[in-house]
């Protein structure tokens, strides 16, 4: 399979994950109330980058672009949108992406379920920010946009791509 710029990866909890990570997930599903599509929790979530072999990502510690593992972990969900990707509108997408780099990653926010975050964004904000400029609402909660709460929504302007 061949990943494109802005396709959305987003990472389900499966066991033998880290406990930072579960807790991630058992938050979303425990604290929240919510599950992301046909069931499936997330913890994570991420955008292809221009160059479709990186990524752009919030996680610990610092908002960046890192290379993507070939072949993906198993646990990763590959998402298309739907409709054709206009060039320019994906430029602005991949420019806020790349403005926010260098940025520390909220872990404080993680622990207090988002209550102390400051001007810092989750993986899923990242994601729902720098999509924001394409314009693709990719989540219903815009003020805590969480990895389940995007998956929701991908799953309504987009895609799941098989990876086998």
Known sequence: ?????????????????????????WSQLRVLKQKGVTGQQYYHCALVAANP???????PPKIDKFVLPDPLPSNVEVWRLNEP????KLALVFQYAESRRGKWYPLLGVITAGWLQGNQEFCSQYLEDSYAHYPVLLCNDIRFAT??????????VASLVPLR
């Open 53 to 59: 072999k990186s990524y752009y990502s919030s996680q």
């Open 147 to 156: 990895p389940d709460g995007i998956a929701l929504g991908v799953s309504q």
């Open 85 to 88: 990707l206009d060039p320019l």
């Open 1 to 25: 399979m061949i990943l494109q710029p802005g396709d959305i990866l987003l990472w389900r909890v499966v066991p033998g994950l880290p406990l930072y990570e579960r807790f991630i997930g």
